[in-house]
Protein backbone atom coordinates (compact mmCIF):
# COMPACT_ATOMS: atom_id res chain seq x y z
CA UNK A 1 0.00 0.00 0.00
CA UNK A 2 3.10 1.98 1.01
CA UNK A 3 4.22 1.79 -2.47
CA UNK A 4 0.72 2.73 -4.22
CA UNK A 5 0.83 5.89 -1.92
CA UNK A 6 3.54 7.01 -3.39
CA UNK A 7 3.06 6.36 -7.07
CA UNK A 8 -0.21 8.63 -6.52
CA UNK A 9 1.89 11.45 -4.88
CA UNK A 10 4.23 10.59 -8.03
CA UNK A 11 1.43 10.73 -10.44
CA UNK A 12 -0.20 14.16 -8.72
CA UNK A 13 3.21 16.28 -9.18
CA UNK A 14 1.71 17.05 -12.70
CA UNK A 15 4.34 16.73 -15.48
CA UNK A 16 3.98 17.24 -19.45
CA UNK A 17 5.40 14.10 -20.84
CA UNK A 18 6.48 15.58 -24.25
CA UNK A 19 7.71 12.14 -25.90
CA UNK A 20 10.64 14.24 -27.62
CA UNK A 21 12.05 10.96 -29.25
CA UNK A 22 8.71 10.28 -31.28
CA UNK A 23 8.69 12.47 -34.47
CA UNK A 24 5.42 12.97 -35.99
CA UNK A 25 4.80 13.14 -39.42
CA UNK A 26 3.07 16.64 -38.94
CA UNK A 27 3.52 19.78 -37.12
CA UNK A 28 1.98 19.42 -33.12
CA UNK A 29 -0.50 21.98 -31.74
CA UNK A 30 -1.66 22.20 -28.37
CA UNK A 31 -4.93 23.16 -27.29
CA UNK A 32 -5.08 24.34 -23.40
CA UNK A 33 -8.41 23.27 -21.40
CA UNK A 34 -9.17 22.90 -17.77
CA UNK A 35 -10.28 19.31 -16.23
CA UNK A 36 -10.69 18.87 -12.76
CA UNK A 37 -9.78 22.60 -11.94
CA UNK A 38 -6.17 21.65 -13.87
CA UNK A 39 -4.70 23.00 -16.85
CA UNK A 40 -3.69 20.35 -19.47
CA UNK A 41 -2.45 20.41 -23.31
CA UNK A 42 -3.89 18.25 -25.76
CA UNK A 43 -1.30 17.92 -28.94
CA UNK A 44 -3.35 17.30 -31.55
CA UNK A 45 -1.88 17.29 -36.14
CA UNK A 46 -4.50 19.92 -38.06
CA UNK A 47 -4.03 18.75 -41.40
CA UNK A 48 -5.37 20.53 -44.35
CA UNK A 49 -5.40 19.50 -47.64
CA UNK A 50 -3.96 21.21 -50.79
CA UNK A 51 -8.05 21.20 -52.11
CA UNK A 52 -10.58 21.00 -49.46
CA UNK A 53 -13.67 19.44 -49.92
CA UNK A 54 -15.36 21.14 -47.06
CA UNK A 55 -14.96 17.72 -44.77
CA UNK A 56 -12.78 17.19 -41.66
CA UNK A 57 -12.23 13.76 -40.08
CA UNK A 58 -11.29 13.35 -36.64
CA UNK A 59 -9.18 10.49 -35.55
CA UNK A 60 -9.32 8.42 -32.21
CA UNK A 61 -6.20 6.27 -31.22
CA UNK A 62 -6.12 3.00 -28.95
CA UNK A 63 -4.71 2.15 -25.47
CA UNK A 64 -1.26 1.25 -26.51
CA UNK A 65 -0.91 4.07 -29.22
CA UNK A 66 -1.00 7.86 -30.03
CA UNK A 67 -1.34 9.78 -33.14
CA UNK A 68 2.20 8.83 -34.79
CA UNK A 69 0.28 5.35 -36.02
CA UNK A 70 -1.81 7.84 -38.14
CA UNK A 71 0.88 8.43 -40.39
CA UNK A 72 -0.09 6.47 -43.23
CA UNK A 73 -3.49 7.21 -42.95
CA UNK A 74 -3.75 11.12 -43.08
CA UNK A 75 -1.78 11.20 -46.96
CA UNK A 76 -4.65 9.69 -48.53
CA UNK A 77 -7.20 11.27 -46.45
CA UNK A 78 -6.07 15.25 -47.42
CA UNK A 79 -4.95 13.94 -51.21
CA UNK A 80 -9.01 13.14 -50.81
CA UNK A 81 -9.66 16.65 -49.90
CA UNK A 82 -10.36 16.07 -46.29
CA UNK A 83 -8.99 18.11 -43.15
CA UNK A 84 -7.96 15.43 -41.11
CA UNK A 85 -7.46 16.55 -37.20
CA UNK A 86 -5.45 14.28 -35.18
CA UNK A 87 -5.67 14.08 -31.11
CA UNK A 88 -3.79 12.43 -28.54
CA UNK A 89 -6.16 12.35 -26.14
CA UNK A 90 -5.10 13.99 -23.02
CA UNK A 91 -3.45 10.89 -20.61
CA UNK A 92 -1.25 9.71 -24.39
CA UNK A 93 1.20 10.63 -26.35
CA UNK A 94 2.52 14.23 -26.21
CA UNK A 95 -0.39 15.35 -24.30
CA UNK A 96 -0.65 16.29 -20.83
CA UNK A 97 -1.47 13.21 -18.38
CA UNK A 98 -2.83 14.79 -15.14
CA UNK A 99 -3.67 12.97 -12.19
CA UNK A 100 -7.80 12.62 -13.00
CA UNK A 101 -11.04 10.58 -13.05
CA UNK A 102 -10.39 9.28 -16.51
CA UNK A 103 -13.68 8.72 -18.59
CA UNK A 104 -15.08 8.51 -22.22
CA UNK A 105 -17.10 11.27 -20.84
CA UNK A 106 -14.21 13.41 -19.90
CA UNK A 107 -12.22 12.31 -22.97
CA UNK A 108 -15.50 13.03 -25.51
CA UNK A 109 -15.79 16.34 -23.90
CA UNK A 110 -11.97 17.39 -24.26
CA UNK A 111 -12.85 16.51 -28.55
CA UNK A 112 -15.83 18.72 -28.44
CA UNK A 113 -14.21 21.47 -27.25
CA UNK A 114 -10.69 21.14 -29.33
CA UNK A 115 -13.31 21.08 -32.25
CA UNK A 116 -15.42 24.15 -31.29
CA UNK A 117 -12.08 26.12 -30.75
CA UNK A 118 -11.05 25.09 -34.18
CA UNK A 119 -14.28 26.58 -35.46
CA UNK A 120 -15.37 22.88 -37.08
CA UNK A 121 -19.17 21.91 -36.70
CA UNK A 122 -19.66 18.35 -38.04
CA UNK A 123 -17.03 15.67 -38.69
CA UNK A 124 -16.75 12.34 -39.51
CA UNK A 125 -15.09 10.00 -36.45
CA UNK A 126 -12.46 7.54 -37.43
CA UNK A 127 -11.78 5.32 -34.64
CA UNK A 128 -9.82 1.87 -33.86
CA UNK A 129 -9.08 -0.01 -30.86
CA UNK A 130 -9.84 1.58 -27.36
CA UNK A 131 -10.64 4.86 -30.08
CA UNK A 132 -13.79 3.12 -30.52
CA UNK A 133 -14.93 3.25 -27.40
CA UNK A 134 -14.14 6.94 -27.05
CA UNK A 135 -16.40 7.45 -30.73
CA UNK A 136 -18.88 5.50 -29.27
CA UNK A 137 -19.36 7.55 -26.42
CA UNK A 138 -18.72 10.88 -28.40
CA UNK A 139 -21.32 9.95 -31.17
CA UNK A 140 -23.67 9.31 -28.43
CA UNK A 141 -23.08 13.00 -26.31
CA UNK A 142 -22.67 14.61 -29.70
CA UNK A 143 -24.85 13.31 -31.93
CA UNK A 144 -25.25 16.56 -34.12
CA UNK A 145 -21.52 16.76 -34.42
CA UNK A 146 -20.96 13.28 -36.32
CA UNK A 147 -21.19 13.13 -39.71
CA UNK A 148 -19.91 9.51 -39.91
CA UNK A 149 -18.84 6.62 -37.56
CA UNK A 150 -15.98 4.30 -38.70
CA UNK A 151 -15.29 1.72 -35.94
CA UNK A 152 -11.85 0.24 -36.92
CA UNK A 153 -11.33 -3.14 -34.95
CA UNK A 154 -12.80 -1.40 -32.01
CA UNK A 155 -12.21 -2.76 -28.28
CA UNK A 156 -15.50 -2.68 -26.25
CA UNK A 157 -17.59 -5.01 -28.51
CA UNK A 158 -18.29 -6.78 -25.18
CA UNK A 159 -18.73 -6.26 -21.53
CA UNK A 160 -15.14 -7.57 -19.84
CA UNK A 161 -16.70 -6.51 -16.68
CA UNK A 162 -18.64 -9.58 -17.48
CA UNK A 163 -16.36 -12.13 -17.65
CA UNK A 164 -12.70 -11.02 -17.08
CA UNK A 165 -11.43 -10.92 -13.53
CA UNK A 166 -11.12 -7.92 -11.77
CA UNK A 167 -7.54 -6.40 -11.19
CA UNK A 168 -6.57 -4.09 -8.80
CA UNK A 169 -5.28 -0.76 -9.12
CA UNK A 170 -1.45 -1.92 -7.79
CA UNK A 171 -1.63 -4.68 -9.34
CA UNK A 172 -1.92 -2.52 -12.86
CA UNK A 173 0.03 0.46 -11.78
CA UNK A 174 2.88 -2.57 -10.56
CA UNK A 175 2.67 -4.52 -14.52
CA UNK A 176 3.01 -1.09 -15.91
CA UNK A 177 6.18 -0.20 -13.96
CA UNK A 178 7.75 -3.77 -14.64
CA UNK A 179 7.08 -3.10 -18.74
CA UNK A 180 10.21 -3.18 -21.08
CA UNK A 181 10.49 -3.02 -24.60
CA UNK A 182 10.66 -6.18 -24.94
CA UNK A 183 7.32 -7.23 -23.09
CA UNK A 184 6.09 -4.17 -25.10
CA UNK A 185 6.98 -5.59 -28.32
CA UNK A 186 5.79 -8.97 -27.96
CA UNK A 187 2.14 -7.99 -26.80
CA UNK A 188 2.20 -5.79 -30.14
CA UNK A 189 2.96 -8.91 -32.25
CA UNK A 190 -0.18 -10.75 -30.89
CA UNK A 191 -1.77 -7.77 -33.21
CA UNK A 192 -0.59 -9.43 -36.10
CA UNK A 193 -1.05 -12.63 -37.70
CA UNK A 194 2.86 -12.46 -39.40
CA UNK A 195 4.78 -10.04 -37.62
CA UNK A 196 6.99 -7.90 -39.99
CA UNK A 197 10.34 -5.37 -39.65
CA UNK A 198 8.01 -2.52 -40.55
CA UNK A 199 5.70 -2.83 -37.73
CA UNK A 200 8.74 -2.24 -35.21
CA UNK A 201 8.47 1.80 -35.56
CA UNK A 202 5.08 1.61 -33.43
CA UNK A 203 6.80 -0.56 -30.96
CA UNK A 204 9.44 2.23 -30.57
CA UNK A 205 6.59 5.12 -30.19
CA UNK A 206 4.82 3.25 -27.59
CA UNK A 207 8.16 2.22 -25.58
CA UNK A 208 9.65 5.83 -25.91
CA UNK A 209 7.70 6.60 -22.80
CA UNK A 210 9.96 4.31 -20.95
CA UNK A 211 12.53 6.54 -21.12
CA UNK A 212 10.85 9.51 -19.38
CA UNK A 213 12.16 10.63 -16.10
CA UNK A 214 8.07 10.79 -15.15
CA UNK A 215 7.40 7.08 -16.19
CA UNK A 216 5.98 6.33 -12.65
CA UNK A 217 3.14 9.02 -13.42
CA UNK A 218 2.70 7.77 -16.70
CA UNK A 219 2.71 4.29 -15.66
CA UNK A 220 -0.70 5.19 -12.82
CA UNK A 221 -2.09 6.52 -16.24
CA UNK A 222 -1.63 3.87 -18.22
CA UNK A 223 -3.43 1.94 -15.34
CA UNK A 224 -5.85 4.31 -14.75
CA UNK A 225 -7.21 4.01 -18.01
CA UNK A 226 -7.05 0.05 -18.31
CA UNK A 227 -9.77 0.59 -15.48
CA UNK A 228 -11.62 3.31 -17.51
CA UNK A 229 -12.15 0.44 -20.18
CA UNK A 230 -12.87 -2.60 -17.97
CA UNK A 231 -15.53 -0.19 -15.56
CA UNK A 232 -16.92 1.63 -18.85
CA UNK A 233 -18.59 -0.41 -21.52
CA UNK A 234 -20.09 1.26 -24.68
CA UNK A 235 -21.42 -1.71 -25.77
CA UNK A 236 -24.87 -1.27 -24.31
CA UNK A 237 -25.37 2.02 -26.46
CA UNK A 238 -24.70 0.53 -29.58
CA UNK A 239 -28.35 0.50 -30.29
CA UNK A 240 -29.05 3.78 -29.60
CA UNK A 241 -26.04 5.23 -32.59
CA UNK A 242 -28.15 6.44 -35.00
CA UNK A 243 -25.15 7.43 -37.08
CA UNK A 244 -24.25 6.35 -40.58
CA UNK A 245 -21.41 3.88 -39.08
CA UNK A 246 -18.82 1.39 -40.72
CA UNK A 247 -17.44 -1.34 -39.41
CA UNK A 248 -13.57 -2.52 -40.14
CA UNK A 249 -13.30 -5.73 -38.62
CA UNK A 250 -9.72 -7.94 -39.24
CA UNK A 251 -10.97 -11.06 -39.35
CA UNK A 252 -7.93 -12.24 -37.72
CA UNK A 253 -8.11 -10.18 -34.25
CA UNK A 254 -8.41 -11.67 -31.20
CA UNK A 255 -7.73 -9.03 -28.79
CA UNK A 256 -9.80 -9.00 -25.37
CA UNK A 257 -9.22 -7.06 -22.15
CA UNK A 258 -8.25 -8.98 -19.32
CA UNK A 259 -6.84 -12.19 -21.75
CA UNK A 260 -4.07 -13.41 -19.46
CA UNK A 261 -6.68 -14.03 -16.85
CA UNK A 262 -8.98 -16.25 -18.45
CA UNK A 263 -9.10 -20.07 -19.00
CA UNK A 264 -8.34 -21.66 -22.10
CA UNK A 265 -12.34 -22.27 -22.83
CA UNK A 266 -13.00 -18.61 -22.01
CA UNK A 267 -10.30 -17.61 -24.74
CA UNK A 268 -11.99 -19.39 -27.33
CA UNK A 269 -15.31 -17.52 -26.44
CA UNK A 270 -13.95 -13.88 -26.03
CA UNK A 271 -12.52 -11.65 -28.02
CA UNK A 272 -14.39 -13.36 -31.33
CA UNK A 273 -13.77 -10.50 -33.47
CA UNK A 274 -15.93 -12.30 -36.89
CA UNK A 275 -18.67 -12.74 -34.49
CA UNK A 276 -18.30 -9.54 -32.77
CA UNK A 277 -17.96 -7.77 -35.84
CA UNK A 278 -21.74 -9.48 -37.07
CA UNK A 279 -23.19 -8.83 -33.49
CA UNK A 280 -22.41 -5.35 -33.35
CA UNK A 281 -23.77 -4.82 -37.04
CA UNK A 282 -27.33 -5.98 -35.80
CA UNK A 283 -27.14 -3.66 -33.15
CA UNK A 284 -25.96 -0.46 -34.67
CA UNK A 285 -28.65 1.21 -37.19
CA UNK A 286 -27.61 2.11 -40.57
CA UNK A 287 -24.16 0.22 -40.48
CA UNK A 288 -21.89 -1.59 -42.48
CA UNK A 289 -20.00 -4.37 -42.02
CA UNK A 290 -16.50 -5.32 -44.01
CA UNK A 291 -14.89 -8.20 -42.76
CA UNK A 292 -10.78 -8.16 -43.94
CA UNK A 293 -9.85 -12.25 -43.76
CA UNK A 294 -6.34 -12.52 -42.30
CA UNK A 295 -6.19 -9.10 -41.10
CA UNK A 296 -5.34 -8.63 -37.03
CA UNK A 297 -6.03 -6.10 -35.15
CA UNK A 298 -4.90 -3.09 -36.79
CA UNK A 299 -5.88 -2.99 -40.28
CA UNK A 300 -4.80 0.25 -41.13
CA UNK A 301 -0.93 -0.67 -40.56
CA UNK A 302 -1.11 -4.45 -42.21
CA UNK A 303 -3.54 -3.69 -45.09
CA UNK A 304 -3.51 0.14 -45.65
CA UNK A 305 -4.86 0.21 -49.53
CA UNK A 306 -7.32 -2.18 -48.89
CA UNK A 307 -8.37 -0.15 -45.89
CA UNK A 308 -8.04 3.22 -47.78
CA UNK A 309 -10.23 1.78 -50.34
CA UNK A 310 -13.03 1.00 -47.92
CA UNK A 311 -13.07 3.95 -45.90
CA UNK A 312 -12.89 6.27 -48.95
CA UNK A 313 -15.91 4.85 -50.39
CA UNK A 314 -17.37 4.74 -47.15
CA UNK A 315 -16.73 8.54 -46.76
CA UNK A 316 -17.67 9.68 -50.21
CA UNK A 317 -20.89 7.98 -50.33
CA UNK A 318 -23.61 10.39 -49.89
CA UNK A 319 -25.27 8.01 -47.62
CA UNK A 320 -28.01 9.39 -45.19
Given amino acids: MKSLILSITLFASFACYSQDEVTYPYPVNYFTLQVEGQEAKMAYMDVRPTKANGET ?4 HGKNFNGFYWKDVIPFLTAAGYRVIVPDQIGWGKSSKPNLHYSFFMLANNNFQLLDSLGIDKVSVVAHSMGGMLATRFSLMYPQKVKKLVLENP ?4 DYGAFA ?4 LQELYTGELNQTYESIKQYQQ ?4 VWKEEYEPYVKAQAAQLKDSNYAQIAMVNAVTYQMIYEQPVVYGFDSLKIPTLLIIGQAD ?3 VGKK ?3 DAQKKVYGNY ?3 GKRTQQHIKNSKLVELPGIGHIPHVQALNLYKQHLLTFLKNNQK
Fill in 274 to 276: PEL
Fill in 155 to 158: IGLE
Fill in 57 to 60: VILF
Fill in 261 to 263: SLT
Fill in 190 to 193: SYYP
Fill in 165 to 168: PYTS
Fill in 254 to 256: RTV
